[in-house]
């Protein structure tokens, strides 16, 4: 049982640094900043996802759509199929992107057809942003999820603060101005979180993080499909950095698990190769060693 419990931890603790990778930008993007004892600090106390199941989505709110034309959010709600919704900003340097990566490779592995099946509805949180700019990061993702006849299904929105207000406070999505390198206020600090809703706009089932499972995704579009409400999941990675705008750095709240799992995998892997290695050269030896009555290989009769 303890070598069971043992194998666990390890194969857990492997896992750690391959998701906390996901959420780590390219070198010089993001430091690990100062150990400030995993407290957030004041200006991200209202960055959170806070789940709002069964909650009706404001379908009267009005946005653009990414060809320039204005529209409901009720455009994408026809009782019939279910909507997968997400709310980021275009212009965001590190995980808006990495959450539309992982919702892409996700939905890659999905056997549902966007526009078909379900409708994926993406809306900026920044109101200064343009259709142009959504038109161009819908044509971006839709080239990485490969199938571009699925366009009519992706649907990359814009608008202004009222709006915006209505479906973030609906969803539970908490988030605050932070100063780019510039010192400006044009930088989002925010959670990271998709959600999928029923056909009639209510909110069904939450995913965090930057990773979706395919498997997850798949039963939650077939749950909320026939108006079925999911059940809260864990808060687990929704504060994957944290921003101090006084020292313009992103430090990483997970980044001694992430050292420690790395430590623990190099040990694991390090003490087995030396096990195996060493159990060779006994075989080694004890084949080497002659038995009464036998001779040793390629030993010759002596006349």
Known sequence: MKTLMGLTLALGLMAMPLQGHAQVSATGEKTEGENLNDQLPTVLSKVQVTQHLNSQL????????????????????????????????YNCPMLCSEEMDGLTSALEMVHLVPGK?????????????????????????????GHPETAAGWHYLTGQEPAINAVTKTVGFGYVRVPGPDGRLTQYA????????????????????????????????VDASGNRIGSRVANILTYCYRYDPQTDKHSLMVVRVVQLGGIVTVASLGGFIFLMFRRDIQLAREQDIPQPGKKKSGEMDKG
């Open 117 to 145: 099946d379900f409708q994926i509805v993406i809306i900026s949180i920044d109101p200064t942003e343009t259709p142009k700019l959504a038109a161009e990061k819908k044509a971006f993702y839709l080239r990485r999820y």
């Open 190 to 221: 925010h959670a990271s979180s998709i959600e999928i809703a029923t056909p009639q706009g209510r909110l069904a089932q939450y995913y965090l993080g930057v990773e979706y499972s395919p498997k997850d995704v798949l039963l939650g579009l």
């Open 58 to 89: 404001p379908l009267d709110a009005p946005f653009v759509d990414d060809e320039g034309k204005p529209v409901t959010l009720a455009k994408y709600f026809d009782g019939k199929h279910p909507v997968v919704l997400t709310t980021v900003y």
